[in-house]
């Protein structure tokens, strides 16, 4: 796959205060990459360099080849974006909408956004004013409203705010069709993790203006060669003695059995002490970590250090 975003040593000086720090990496066509940080990391800051809104104070952004400060509407020719909620003309149906928003841009013809109405499952209610919409089928009214001139790259800052999870969840599938069927790459900014989890394919980590780490979000949350388990098991009076003598494992008695943090080829042996032990075992099974677990983990961490 090749990158259609490129930011190298991206830096951004607002008032002597550096808001961007020499920010590079790359988003490839066809996956979903996730923005994250906390609240004032330079999220939003970043994504208005990438679309021209914000000047760049050093460094270069390249989409699809186009450099956003040289070759703007080269660049932004390719990039399609919805941040927060999309604003529609309410008292319009959907389709007059798109209509008005196919006057701005040469070429687009009715065929194309018939087209874009059906990849994002608005064909029962094009027809309906706007105002008629829940918020789910407004987002996917804007979808479609800026995928009309077959974007690149889109751009999602916050997409599923004010969603219930049907909505949201409407969105998510929305986005794996796009990435799959045309190839594009969509790049999402969210406080949602769980919700980041489930979407993304790769996830890019900043804090206070800074890149602390870029993954695949598997590889992110299975990082620790440690898993915990959780292991169903009768807690006995003998059982809980015969435990105390597995001291060489990091062992919590909870409610219903018993948590333990070790590797994946200790398993085995671990089971084979507790039956040895005459520990009756009903269930095993991994406990993972979820983003939301390891993002805390790692800006707590860069926290401490610059502390």
């Known amino acids: 796959m090749k990158p259609v975003v490129e930011l190298k040593n991206v830096t951004k000086v607002i008032k002597g205060k550096k808001i961007i720090d020499n920010l590079t990496f790359n988003i490839q066509e066809g996956e979903v990459f996730g923005f994250l940080g906390p609240n004032g990391a330079g999220k939003t800051t970043t994504i208005r360099m990438i679309v021209g ?39 319009l149906t959907g389709y007059q ?18 087209e874009v109405i059906e990849l994002v499952g608005l064909e029962d209610r094009i027809h309906e004013k706007v105002k008629t919409y829940s918020l789910g089928m407004r987002q996917r009214l804007g979808l479609a409203q800026s995928l009309l001139h077959e974007p690149k790259v889109m ?14 969840r409407e969105i998510r599938d929305h986005l794996r069709k796009l990435t799959k069927q045309k190839g594009m790459a969509v790049i999402v900014s969210s406080h949602l993790l769980s919700e ?70 200790q398993v085995p042996e671990f089971i084979q002490s507790l039956i040895q032990a005459g520990i009756r075992i009903y269930e095993v099974k991994p406990m993972s970590k979820s983003l939301e677990d390891r993002f805390l983990e790692i800006t707590s961490k860069e926290e401490k250090v610059h502390a």
């Open 196 to 265: 980041m989890e489930m979407m993304c394919d790769r996830i890019a980590i900043i804090q206070k203006g800074k890149l602390i780490d870029v993954q695949k979000v598997h590889d992110f949350v299975y990082e620790d060669d440690k898993q915990k388990y959780f292991i169903e098991v009768e807690l006995t009076d003998n059982a809980k003695e015969s435990l105390k003598t597995l001291q060489e494992y990091s062992i919590k008695q909870v409610e219903t059995g018993i948590e333990v943090e070790i590797e994946k080829n």
């Open 53 to 91: 809104l914000m000047k760049i104070s050093s460094g270069d952004i390249l989409v699809c080849g186009k450099n956003v400060k040289s070759e703007y509407e080269d660049a932004l020719r390719n990039v399609g974006g919805i941040v927060e909620n999309p604003e529609m003309y309410k008292f």
């Open 97 to 114: 909408n798109l209509m008005q928003y196919a006057r701005m841009i040469k070429g687009i013809t009715k065929e194309k956004i018939n």
């Open 155 to 168: 751009i999602l800052d916050e997409p599923t705010n004010g969603l219930d999870p049907a909505g949201i």
